[in-house]
């Protein structure tokens, strides 16, 4: 299989509704992948991807293969591939850091690469918006992306 085997379809979402419902579906997934469950008493979420990551080995490969689903949407949306290279490392990073076990559990609290990975395919379809940012961003420097 090539890439452009992988991608042949990068042009079905060339209506505005399309691109509309599409950006709709993957920021539900990314919150339900990072963000759907607030940590009574904290400011702090959690979603599958942390939930999955309990389960060794498998957790892991899932939650790969669901955020390789959101990049994947976003390169039907036409993001350049500078943009899916850093949408790639968001995930390859947190696939690293999520197979360390405990710790990895813990670090999914912080770093949401489904999140961040939203964040810059906001910022590609729609390049005048204000980034929004979380108390991560801000105590860390990050410029607006990422926990939101």
Do not use: C
């Amino acid at each position: 299989m090539t890439a452009t085997f992988l991608f042949s379809d990068q042009d079905d979402l060339n209506s505005v509704s399309d691109r509309r419902e599409a950006r709709e579906r993957l920021e539900r997934l990314a919150w339900a992948m990072d963000s759907a469950i607030r940590v009574p008493g904290t400011n702090f979420t959690i979603g599958a991807d942390a939930m999955l990551g309990l389960v060794p080995g498998i957790g892991n490969l899932a939650t790969t293969a669901i955020s390789g689903y959101l990049i994947r949407e976003a390169w039907r949306l036409g993001v350049p591939r500078a943009t899916i290279a850093r949408m790639i490392g968001n995930v390859a990073a947190d696939s690293l850091i999520s197979a360390i076990p405990i710790v990895g559990n813990l670090a999914d609290v912080f770093w949401k690469a489904n999140r961040k990975n939203m964040a810059i395919l906001a910022d590609h379809l729609d390049p005048t918006r204000t980034p929004r940012s979380g108390p991560f961003d801000r105590a860390f420097g990050h410029g607006g992306r990422g926990i939101q």
